[in-house]
């Protein structure tokens, strides 16, 4: 495995997975070597999966019938193509429609719960679970709008304070991080951001999170330092489960998300309440990250073909959104912020595989009209041979 360390390139989101996993390892010096191994090897073959899933879309936008052209030539034909077929203007207007719905939805819920739950965390579990659900879309529309306007950098940062400002009061770190990391991504993959110049919304990204940290132990009167332990108490949880749980839970947790809401028959607790609940903690909800969450459900032949699969989808996703960019731009960073988020918390709400629906849905979307433009460009090139 070979990080991309170039300074000239664009840093991926595998690096940024691999990076983020070592350093929630060496964080938690009490894990136990298993839990660390595992953990480390997920990383590791994700990041392949990756690599392989975006060179497996790459040669099917290469795949052109034409000999005398070059594949590199070939693929920016066929993209400029595609792009040429897509409504982007719809893109924005979609973009503006869900930033409308998250910000209304945003404002019931605080009215319903008649309260700020940033200053007053115990009331967040009065909160409309319908209401918070759709407030989510807040993030996705504003990726999506970044991705298909032209702004200043200033009007972009400026407008995403507002939103992280509204999104912050339902209390929600988790969200205000996927508002501000998905715009960044957004911004850095449409290549308005150089590497170096990528530091600074970072920096103040991680600064927005140890104050809001920072702000939540101190209203909750708890002790220790905000990041750092809540990195060290979700892996002991992993290594807890890792010790006890090696396939016991035989799918419950993944069931669960969409059983909790009687969608399906099943369990009509959380995911994260079942955890705390066989490790024998009543009243609370426990984050068993993305790599606990697999193994407590599936074991160790689990992990394969979970991270293969995600890594093989998102480095395909990559690729088409990085080509794209509009609303396939915006759905990929929205996903990737979930996913480094999920590092810590996993992948099990509803609105999260919600979201990594739309993500299949615009890969075969993307695929579809690439596939439309190949098959004129053959009918064409038929046509021509005849006469």
């Given amino acids: 495995m070979n990080l991309n360390l170039n300074l000239k390139e664009k840093v991926n989101p595998n690096d940024i997975f691999v990076i983020i996993s070592c350093m929630f390892v060496i964080l938690a010096s009490n894990i136990s070597v298993t839990t660390g191994a595992i953990v480390l090897f997920c990383a590791s073959f994700f990041y392949i999966s990756f690599n392989v899933g975006k060179d497996i879309i790459k040669k099917y936008f290469n795949a052109e019938s034409d000999e005398n052209n070059s594949d590199s030539k070939n693929n ?22 869900l930033i409308a719905v998250g910000a209304l939805f945003t404002v019931a819920d605080l ?14 579990k009065f909160l409309n679970v319908g209401f918070t659900a759709l407030a989510h879309l807040l993030p996705l529309g504003w990726a999506i709008v970044v991705s298909c306007t032209e702004m200043s950098k200033k009007k972009v940062f400026g407008y995403s304070l507002v939103f992280a400002a509204l999104v912050a009061l339902l209390g929600y770190r988790t969200q205000v991080i996927i508002l501000l990391l998905s715009t960044i991504f957004v911004m850095y993959y449409n290549n308005k951001l150089s590497n170096k110049q990528v530091v ?3 920096v103040g990204l991680a600064l927005i999170v140890i104050v809001m940290s920072v702000l939540r132990f101190y209203s909750l009167n708890i002790g220790g330092n905000p990041i750092v332990s809540r990195i060290q108490l979700t892996m002991n949880i992993l290594d807890m489960i890792v010790q006890n749980f090696e396939g016991n839970l035989q799918g419950v947790l993944h069931t669960a998300i969409f059983s909790s809401y009687k969608l399906i028959p099943g369990v009509s607790s959380g995911p994260r309440t079942i955890v705390a609940n066989s490790l ?12 606990g969450a697999v193994f407590a459900d599936f074991g160790y032949l689990g992990l394969i073909p979970y991270f293969g699969s995600l890594g093989m989808f998102i480095g395909a996703l990559h690729y088409i959104s990085s080509k794209l960019n509009g609303v396939f731009m915006g759905i990929y960073a929205i996903l990737i912020a979930y996913l480094l ?12 595989v919600f979201f990594f629906g739309l993500g299949a849905f615009s890969l075969v979307y993307g695929l579809y ?4 433009v190949k098959k004129l460009k053959n009918k064409d090139k038929i046509k021509t041979k005849i006469e």
Avoid: M, Q
């Fill in 341 to 352: 988020a999920g590092i810590e918390t996993g992948i099990l709400d509803l609105d999260v």
């Fill in 76 to 97: 920016n034909e066929l993209i400029s193509l595609v792009k040429e077929n897509i409504n982007y203007e719809k893109h924005r207007k979609i973009g503006l429609l």
């Fill in 111 to 124: 009215i319903w719960v008649s309260g700020v739950p940033l200053f007053d965390p115990a009331s967040r």
């Fill in 280 to 291: 024998g903690i009543e009243g609370v909800t426990i984050t068993p990250t993305i790599f």
């Fill in 369 to 372: 009209e690439a596939f439309k």
């Fill in 200 to 202: 600074y919304p970072v």
